[in-house]
């Protein structure tokens, strides 16, 4: 007899329970238009079709909610963020967080989103840098047309 970890027990509740609560707040902030696209996928490269992504940008009091499909993509249109100045004097590049929620997963995972055309401000950016290079790319957003982003989340369980 097979029987369920307590990661498979969430189920697909948490994207019915949150599909009303999408946050269209952030379509109205000012700033350059850009959409990014991308699939959340589980360590085996297979698409997690029930997950929510939520999109924090670091200067406006916003947020985004993305679902993802059947084969784990999602959409998400938004402006582009600006880089943020430190007290300190050092500053970030521009970026977006990311909380994922998805079946199997019972606390949040949060992220970062850099965008690979901010070369310069990526470089000096301190947060960025306590990633090992060899997994930056990870958490950087590739342009692929005008205005338009790729970028997957891959979440290892």
């Not at 959409?35 to 079709?49: K, S, T, Y």
Request: aromatic share 8%.
């Amino acid at each position: 007899m097979d029987t369920l970890t307590p990661f498979q027990t969430v189920g697909p509740f948490l994207s019915i329970g949150l599909r009303a609560g999408i946050d269209a707040r952030a379509a109205s902030l000012a700033g350059s238009p850009i959409v990014i696209r991308g699939r959340l996928l589980d360590g085996a490269g297979e698409g997690i079709p029930d997950g929510v992504l939520e999109w924090w940008h670091p200067s406006f009091p916003a947020m985004q909610r993305t679902l993802t499909e059947d084969d784990g993509g999602f959409v998400l249109e938004t402006v582009k963020p600006g880089g943020l100045q430190a007290a300190e004097g050092e500053g970030q590049a521009p970026h977006l967080a990311v909380r994922v929620l998805a079946r199997g997963v019972l606390t949040q995972y949060v992220t970062r989103v850099y965008f690979a055309d901010e070369a310069q401000a990526n470089a000096g950016d301190r947060i960025l840098a306590l990633v090992p290079e060899s997994r930056r790319q990870t958490i950087v957003a590739s342009p692929c047309g005008v205005n338009e982003y790729r970028f997957d989340v891959i979440v290892q369980l």
